[in-house]
């Protein structure tokens, strides 16, 4: 039952980045930094996708998914439509990866060491949903902040 849930929490968030990386009405704004805006919603975004496919499908789902975690967060202006669509792919890896994780693998130790000490992996899904909700958080408010002017 956990497994279902964090299924639909994950869907949940990831159509609502979805949402809010095609709410931008200025292309370019995606990537605009302003005052003390580090990382703009185009890189959050790669971030999002760079992060659940590899902590989910590579690791979980042994997709053969390779991060590169640095272009996560160098790269820039890419389209908004391959934007949405590396979203739309992440959804599809997470509908295909989380319901086959059994509910006695959340108990069992994460594969990777990633925080400061071990954790189930119960824990750490958990730990990646909120990541994944703070991050979302941030490019609303960037969104409403630098695509309004």
């Known amino acids: 039952m956990v497994v279902q849930e964090l299924t639909k929490v994950f869907s949940k968030d990831l159509e609502k980045l979805k949402e809010e990386i095609s709410l931008y009405q200025q ?6 930094i302003e005052k003390q805006i580090a990382n703009p919603a185009g890189n959050l975004c790669l971030h999002l996708v760079g992060n659940l496919n590899h902590f989910i499908g590579a690791v979980l789902g042994k997709t053969g998914y390779v ?23 992440t959804i599809v890896m997470m509908n295909a990866v989380l319901p086959s994780v059994k509910e006695n693998q959340l108990n069992e130790e994460y594969p990777l060491l990633v925080l400061k000490e071990k954790t189930s992996t119960g ?13 979302l958080g941030q490019i609303n408010y960037h ?3 630098i695509d309004s002017k």
């Open 27 to 32: 292309e370019q704004n995606l990537w605009k």
């Open 67 to 89: 991060r590169n975690r640095e272009a996560e967060f160098s790269s820039k202006n890419i389209p908004q439509k391959k934007l949405i669509a590396m979203v739309e792919d």
């Open 123 to 135: 824990y750490f899904l958990f730990h990646l949903s909120s990541h994944l909700g703070y991050h």
């Open 143 to 145: 969104r409403r902040l």
